[in-house]
Structures are given as C-alpha cells and as structure tokens.
C-alpha cells in the first residue's frame, strides 16, 4: 500500500559529511588549504608577491604619480662641462630619462629632493647618493624647469670615483609619490614619497 504524505521528509546530509572518492569534503578543503599556504610561503607569500616592485625595461613610460619616467639610457662620459666636472681621475655617469611632469604646476627635476632616480649596487655610489644634479638636453641647462604635460629628457647625474671601471649595466630604482592636500585652508597642494614604482637595469653605454 502507497504511503501518504504525513510520512516525515528524509533528512538530507551535512555536505560537511558527504565523501568524495572516501574522503569528506572537509578533509579535502583542509587539505587543499595547506597545500596553497605552502606554496604561498614557498614564494614569499601572496602579498609579498603583491607586494613586489615592477621590473620594467628601459623605454617603458612609469607612472611615478607626480612624473611620467621613461628611462632611455645609461652612459658614462668624461665630463660635462660647463656643467658637471667630475673629480680629477675619475667620470661621470649619467641616466637620461623623458621625463614629464603630470602635475599642473611647473617645478625642477631637483624639487624632489633628486630622489626620482637612484643607482643602485654602482661601484663608488652609494645606493641613497642623491646626483649631483640634472640637465636637460635640448639646451643643456642645469636644474631645468618642467613644463606641465611637456615630456623633456634629463638626465640624472653622478660622479664615478678615479680608477672606478664603468659597469657593464646598473640598476636603477624609480621613486613613486602620492599626491595630498596640505593644507585644508587653501588646498596647497603635495606630494610624498610613497612606494616604488619601478626598478630597471639597463646597459651602459661609455663616451670616450
């Protein structure tokens, strides 16, 4: 005889308990959990890799906030003169960038405090030796005033100690900043050094 519909409905299982291939769902989430940590941790963890500066080459514009860079080259020239000299023996390397300020006031390379650009690992320079200035090239002015929205190359300078053997490529750090308001009177308008936006290592190019 067919039952009728007062029988009670059967009770479905906790997903927790069903089995896939004699394990639990429980087990196999528990498992693949530790699996990913591991790995995770194996390269660093998620949000080192996140976390990691860009490696761009060069002439591949980065977006610095207050500047657009595009590294061009790097070279190593006898001297600069007028401009830059270096100390009696030694040289001077130079990274020659585009540069265009993304800001709508005009400033000087220099009004960074020369921290866009850092060498980094360069025989005779430390890692945090800010230039010892900036030209432009199309007139070869020291400290050039950029021009919003106006892409001009200059090129950071450093002094290479005497009997200091060029490097064959350098590494390069390119500082980002981040754009606040200073003041809430007036909207004064600044920019902070925030994280890295890029590293580059570029081949050197030496001037006899």
């Known amino acids: 005889m067919q039952e009728t519909g007062n029988a009670e409905p059967e009770e479905l299982p906790d997903l927790r308990d069903v089995k896939v291939r ?28 996140a976390d990691q500066t ?8 980065i977006d610095a906030g207050r500047f657009e860079v595009t590294i061009e080259r790097v070279v190593v020239v006898p001297d600069l003169k007028p401009l830059y000299t270096p100390d009696p023996g030694g040289t001077l390397i130079a990274v020659v960038t585009k540069l265009k300020l993304t800001d709508d006031t005009g400033v000087r390379p220099g009004d960074d405090g020369n921290g866009l650009i850092r060498l980094i690992g360069v025989p005779g320079i430390k890692d945090t030796d800010a230039p010892l200035g900036t030209t432009n090239l199309r007139d070869q002015t020291a400290d050039p005033v950029l021009t919003p929205e106006y892409a001009e190359e200059v090129a950071y300078v450093w002094k290479l100690p005497k009997a200091t053997k060029p490097p064959a490529e350098v590494k390069l750090t390119v500082q980002g900043y981040e754009h606040v308001d200073d003041s809430i009177l007036d909207h004064h308008e600044k920019w902070n ?16």
Not at 22 to 49: E, Q
Request: a positive charge; hydrophobic letters at 50%.
């Open 54 to 61: 860009p490696q761009v080459a060069a002439g591949t514009p």
């Open 22 to 49: 004699g394990r639990t769902l429980r087990t196999w989430v528990i498992g693949a959990t530790v699996v990913l940590l591991a790995i995770s941790a194996a390269f660093g963890g998620l949000k080192k890799a």
């Open 193 to 208: 050094p925030d994280k890295l936006a890029a590293e580059s290592t570029v081949p050197v190019k030496v001037v006899k």
